[in-house]
């Protein structure tokens, strides 16, 4: 019986044996390789091709999403499924976009780990219900959308908090002020300030609120400070 060949990713030692013992138990898996940060996970990829990348989201050097992204570009026969200790909306919208076939929990029972697996090797969406959920409501979204709305086919992804924090923008709300809103913390906030300024192609807040006025991003009667 051929065994799947996997890639396990994780900075944490502990870890990283402990999936690799599970998945070494099994008849028709086995782990090739263990790297502990960006880097090495992508030159360990290179080198081993292996079908799947267990790929944790939070790592040194070069995080998940970067190495999924690098991986995904370089060599897409391969499947990456990422996982993380927390449900982070965020995340999930841009691991997906990196070019991850799944999303998994670390607190996931061995049974659902292992399934899970199995699946994203076969090319299956591996996907927790609540994330898969909000994946479709913001698909829903993007799909209700007018078909008049210029540059829909281009329009950037942005998740729920991202529109929230977009629309504080617009208002001309400062980053402490959008963070006591929206009871997130001022590191949180910059992040998402960060995210929307990428996914937008903007170099600033007023061309982020002119871009969202001008696309149709937000549906909001709030005014921008930022008339010129």
């Known amino acids: 019986m051929k065994k799947s060949r996997i890639l396990i990713a994780d900075d944490h030692d502990l870890f990283r044996d402990g999936v690799a013992s599970m998945i070494n138990a099994q008849p028709n898996l086995e782990v090739v390789g263990r790297a502990e940060d960006g880097l090495e996970v992508f030159s360990l990829a290179r080198e ?4 799947l990348i267990i790929m944790d989201v939070n790592m040194p050097i070069s995080d998940g999403l ?26 999930l919208f841009e691991a997906i976009k990196a070019g991850a076939i799944g999303y998994m929990l670390k607190n996931s029972n061995s049974d659902d780990f292992l399934d899970g697996i199995r699946r994203a090797i076969d090319g299956e969406a ?22 008049s709305t210029p540059n829909e086919d281009t ?13 504080l923008i ?10 006591e809103r929206l009871s997130i913390s ?7 300030v960060r995210n929307i300024l990428s996914k937008l192609q ?3 807040r007023k061309q982020a609120a ?10 909001n009667n709030t005014s921008s400070s930022d008339s010129t």
């Open 48 to 51: 081993l091709e292996p079908d």
């Open 186 to 192: 001022l590191y949180t906030t910059k992040s998402h």
């Open 202 to 204: 903007v170099a600033s």
């Open 126 to 147: 591996v996907l927790p219900p609540m994330l898969a959920r909000q994946l479709l409501e913001e698909f829903a979204i993007l799909a209700s959308r007018p078909k």
């Open 66 to 91: 970067e190495a999924t992204r690098l991986i995904h570009n370089a060599y897409p026969q391969i499947s990456i499924l990422i996982l993380t200790v927390h449900e982070e909306e965020e995340k």
């Open 210 to 219: 002119r871009v969202a006025l001008r696309d149709g991003l937000i549906s």
């Open 170 to 179: 617009m208002a001309d709300a400062t980053n402490k002020e959008i963070s």
């Open 155 to 167: 329009m950037p992804l942005l998740t729920s908090r991202e529109r929230e924090v977009l629309e």
